[in-house]
């Protein structure tokens, strides 16, 4: 299959819908060789903070030489983007190989009466198998959904499992209380592996220490204060590493990477380096410093411009979205926001809402490209009734752009919500720059 072929393969069987389940998984890694019981893994689930966690790692140990696989949902603009390796996307030729070994493979299983994998499955066999065969020496794995029953979770026992916060989503598939969905979570944490917890809600709590406790799994708790901030400004924040114990020779460092929840996620990923430094892991603290300081992880409170501002986040979710609000307000007191909006309607709009009209000067609307995305016309008349604000209804992320004012050099011109938003708006940018 060419590049475009391999596209469309997996995209056909990402429309089935979510079908959560091991067995598929484990016979397509199984007819490819078992890939996956070879390598080294880092096991990332929660509701909020993967993304970012997953990225600070592969910057630390990509620096620290290591060969560092990471997969990572979705992508914002390229399905390349969801598979690396040492930070580098794989190529459209590696791509269309391994897709088709893996359709191969899928191939097979039908005939011998299995259920075709699904979409997410099939990624996620590819990134094993392109991980196995590129030889590296560690890979992170990002929870799609979940996690007991993620594809992600027919993995062996990785080196550390780590959880971050949780919150209420995907409540039909994973349950209605933070503790039932916790419990999920927990999963992945199997004997063997080291559990790295993010700062968690006590129901939440209870349910990753039961998990634990049932495996017996090790707990290094994540303590936020190792870290004590000196100053931030649009182009990073600087911190003091204060962990007796921790880290030899690390003190103070740069994070590219802005807001002030960045700091617990940080301190997540200095845990887990520790712990891999006491599995006899060999991180330099140039390494950390270096990754830290020169990392980008795109959509996530990032500047595309700077007079005016225009910066997206894919906050897509009520903690996410409180983040995003007391990082405008801690950089961009008292300046007009002009807000753009757009989400997918199982989310709970209401509640990201709350925190985000009471910023917004002026409000825009955008519907985000997936088929569970609250119109945009539809979120229009809900600000309009909820909260009786006038929200302007944009059908492209172009016409968005185009109505920004670039004479008004204070003003912010903020697009947050789904991924499936941002990342358009993201390449609509770029291509008007260009």
Known sequence: MNLEESLCYIEENGKFGIKLGLEKIAALLEELGNPQETLKFIHVAGTNGKGSVCHMLSAILTKAGYITGMYTSPALESFNERICLNDTCIDDQTLSEVASRVRRACDILVARGIEHPTGFEIETAMAILYFYEKQADICIMEVGMGGRL?????????????IMGIDIDHADYLGDTVGKIAAEKAAIIKAGSTAVVYPQRP???????LAAEAVEAPVIHVAVEDLKPLGQSQWGQRFDYQRAGG????KTFTLKLLGEHQQANCATV?????????????????AIE????SMVFPGRFEFLNQEPVILIDGAHNPDGIGSFAKNIQTYFPDRPINLFFGMLADKDIRKSLDLLIPLATTIGTLTPDNERALPGEAMSEFIKSAYGREAKVWDTPEDALA?????????????????????KVRTAYRHKKD
């Open 403 to 423: 109505s920004i004012d670039w004479t008004q050099k204070k003003a912010v011109n903020a697009f947050v919500g789904s991924l499936y938003m941002i990342g």
């Open 150 to 162: 993620d594809a992600t979770n027919v993995i062996p026992a990785p080196l550390v499992a780590v």
């Open 247 to 250: 880290i030899p020779g690390l």
């Open 290 to 293: 270096e990754g830290l300081s």
């Open 203 to 209: 129901e939440a709590w209870e349910s990753i220490a």
């Open 270 to 286: 200095l845990t887990v380096i520790a712990l891999l430094l006491d599995k006899g892991f060999q991180i330099q603290p140039t």
